[in-house]
């Protein structure tokens, strides 16, 4: 997998990609990342990557000819001929990264993140440049060298070998279960795609706190039901979109009601 990352700040990347999972599967060769300074395409004396937008408005927006020099440069294919590369534009209009996303990002041989500065790009960098818009969030920052930072980690998470643990991948949260059924996930380790049940480790009891005696009481089938039904809650409380997608059991839903009346939370499932 190559990631090309076109930014004004190369800089910028120095850090977040030099450590952990990434740093590791750099250093494997799982992943190559290539940083390009978009001032490096420009053609005039003053390395011009921004103008004011046509029509007025507060602020400046990146032009599109060094954009375009730079990703055709790296000999992308035309966009009909596209099957294993993807032009990413990071962008507040763009649609919202989530896990599935990510999951299929990861069969991507090349990735480039294309990142917005200013007041934003101009439009026919998205039109005729790349096949995506990608927002991490529904909030704004100053550009998208944070979001491409974010993409790249997770999706090199998702790659063969970069964990050191295959299976803490399908253990996460927004991961859905691989083996969902009408009795849901039989693994003590699956959420199945809602937000991740709490972990406990040594010492047993920490200033007072105790770990949940099911945790250390050695029975699989009490813990499977006991962390279902606390990833489930949390869900609930939290992220209760997130149930509206996912493949629930009846056990599921017999929990959900309960804990429904208990938070006195009014949600159909």
């Known amino acids: 997998m190559k990631f090309e990352i076109v930014t004004i700040f ?27 300074d978009l001032r490096a395409f420009t053609s005039d004396k003053h390395k011009t990557v921004d103008d004011r937008p046509f029509g007025g408005g507060e602020g400046m927006v990146l032009k599109p000819e060094p954009i375009f020099a ?15 590369e993807s032009v990413i534009l990071l962008s507040a209009q763009g649609r919202m990264f989530t896990q599935n996303i990510a999951q299929e990002l990861a069969g991507m041989e090349r990735i480039v993140l294309l990142c917005g500065r200013y007041e ?16 991490i969030g529904d909030y704004i920052l100053s550009g998208g060298e944070l979001g491409a930072a974010i993409i790249v980690d997770t999706v090199t998470r998702l790659l063969p070998g970069a964990l050191g643990n295959e299976a803490s991948a399908q253990q996460e949260s927004f991961t859905a279960a691989t083996k969902a059924g009408a009795e849901g996930p039989d693994s003590t380790c699956v959420s199945g795609g809602l937000l991740d049940y709490p972990h406990y480790t040594r ?9 949940p005696e099911v945790l250390v009481g050695g029975n699989h089938e009490q813990i499977r039901k006991w962390r279902r039904r606390k990833a489930l809650e949390k869900t609930l409380r939290n ?3 997130l149930l509206e997608t996912q ?23």
Do not use: T, W
């Open 10 to 36: 190369p800089d910028f990347f120095r850090g977040p990609l030099d450590y952990g999972i990434v740093r590791r599967a750099r250093e494997a060769r799982l992943i190559e990342i290539s940083i390009h």
């Open 70 to 84: 730079c990703v055709e440069s790296l000999a992308i294919a035309a966009r009909r001929e596209r099957v294993k």
């Open 120 to 135: 934003g790009v101009d439009e026919r960098v998205a039109e005729g440049l790349a096949d995506r818009e990608i927002s």
């Open 203 to 211: 010492p047993a009891d920490f200033r007072g706190m105790a770990v």
């Open 239 to 241: 992220r209760p979109d």
């Open 247 to 269: 493949s629930l059991s009846n056990e599921d839903r017999k929990v959900i009601e309960e804990l429904a009346v208990q938070q006195n939370l009014k949600f159909k499932i």
